[in-house]
């Protein structure tokens, strides 16, 4: 047998609604069809069986009460079976009373004398009295003269209890099959009932979730769940989603990656994987506002958080950590290039000096006159070295006296400085410093007698740094918030984003072990004291590292 064609094929399926309302809704339809239905059916079966039983009991009383006569009894014995003999007249009356279809009483033989029909008088029963003649009460359904019954017998006992006879007594089976009947409309209508209470919770149901799936067909969520695993797991942008309370529902692989985390934070408190600090505050909301920075790690992060209509919301992560170092460089080398603007002019004017005193011929002063400049900058870069052994270290501060020169303060080293060069990590005490010194050279800068001290010892392989300034400081409420990401009180600069070198200061401490605070100068201004543990080797091993240089250079 050949297959249907395939447009057949599409249109068979065409029939099946595609959306996910449409679908559910007649899937519960049938299911609230299919168990009334089958609730119905259970229900008719016994309930068929019930009457059956309720009328064969009735029966089976109508019968009892009848033999417990005497006086029917003594009637059997003293007459001959007669249509108005004593004994039908009896039966008579208990059918009438009763609403029985029939009352019959007959002998030790099987013939009656009674009936409904006075002509089956004295004639044998239909239906065999065995057992009721035996001492048996009887209930069956059952065919006789008058049709199909329900049946109940009796026997008949004189005051001796001996067995004289029975007594049969038929409730008509069409009065049973009417009181069945006469249920079914009821049924039905609670049937029904419940089948439109059914439909119309299935209704209300299917409504919602076409409003939680915006209508969509199966086929569709199905591609929107591959095409999300796609995008989520492609992008090179980390994706945090929470729920209402705060449970990390996804996060995508750039996340884990950006935020130090593994999959198994899926479904564990934000505050829980992240601890306390400004990354998770931001994540849950509790910092608002767009693009906002935040520190995790040794990684500089932009965040941005959209919430849902579920209560929950989707943080997106972007990595500026590269970003931000080359805005640094780009204030650095801006700053550099004022200073060396400055210099140039600087330098003119020296040359202009010079000039002149060679034209006038006063070379003795010309010479006096050089002599001073070079030996300023000689004496500074040599006090500098002097006092600072690392070579990085050195370089910076006094490059950075150059650029303090020029912006009208001063920068000079505290009493007792003196740094040995062994230091662990030269880069990121460079860093440290050269925050710092920026930060008390833009506080100091414009005032009369503008000062930045900066102060650097060893205690034992512990680096203590110092940096204060003559500025106006940092008022006591603010010498927490100051380390913040995103706390600054300067101007945005031209890359956007301001508030990360103290945070950064502060990271960088912490990573080592140290910390960095804050506190008034002596002079009014600002105090920057970090403090950076492990930071220089052991005397030993730089002295044997020296002599095997020493040895290899012979």
Known sequence: MSAPPPTARRARRSVWPQRVFSQVLLMQLAIATGVTVLATGLFLAPLSAQLDDQAMRRALAIAQSTAAEPQLTEALLATDPSPTGPVQSAAERVRRATGAEYVVVMDRRGVRWSHTDTAEIGKVVSTD?????????????????????????????????????????????????????????????????????????????????????????????????????????????????????????????????????????AGRPLDAVLGSGRTADVLAGRV???????????????????????????????????????????????????????????????????????????????????????GVHRATAEQVTEQVHDPLLAALLVGKATVAAERGAALRLAPGTLLPDRLVDPRGLVTVVGNLVDNA????????????????????????????????????GQRESIFTEGWSTKEVPAHGKRGLGLSLVRRLAQRQGGSVGVDEAVDGGAEFTVVLPESLTDTVEMTESNTGIAGEAQ
Not at 174 to 197: H, K, N, T
Not at 450 to 465: I, K
């Open 129 to 265: 009295p065995s057992d009721a003649l035996a001492g048996r009460d009887v209930m069956e359904i059952d065919s006789g003269t008058l049709g199909r019954s329900a049946r109940g017998k009796v026997p008949l006992r004189d005051e001796s209890r001996h067995i004289v006879g029975a007594v049969s007594v038929g409730i008509a089976y069409d009065s049973v099959r009417a009181r069945l009947l006469a249920a079914i409309p009821g049924l039905f209508a609670y049937a029904g009932g419940a089948l439109a209470v059914g439909a119309l919770a299935a209704y209300l149901i299917s409504r919602r979730l076409q409003r939680q799936t915006h209508d969509l067909a199966f086929s569709d969520i199905s591609a929107l769940l591959t095409e999300r695993e796609a995008m989520l797991h492609g992008i090179r942008e980390g994706v945090v989603a929470l729920d209402r309370t705060g449970r990390i529902r996804l996060l995508n692989d750039e996340a884990q990656r950006l935020l130090g985390l593994g999959p198994d934070a």
């Open 288 to 374: 608002l506002g767009d693009d906002l920075l935040t520190v995790q790690g040794a990684r500089v992060l932009l965040a941005n958080r959209m919430p849902t209509d579920d209560g929950g919301a989707v943080a997106t992560l972007r990595d500026r950590t590269e970003l931000e170092h080359l805005g640094r460089e780009l204030d650095s080398t801006r700053g550099l290039i004022d200073a060396l603007r400055a210099q140039d002019h600087e330098h003119a004017n020296r040359m202009h000096t010079l000039l002149g005193l060679l034209e006038l011929d006063m070379h003795e002063d010309a010479m006096e006159y050089v002599t001073e400049i070079v």
């Open 441 to 476: 050279l833009d506080a100091a800068a414009g005032a009369d007698g503008a000062l930045v001290e900066v102060g650097l010892r060893a205690e034992g392989r512990t680096v203590v740094l110092r940096v204060s300034d003559n500025g106006p400081g940092v008022p006591p």
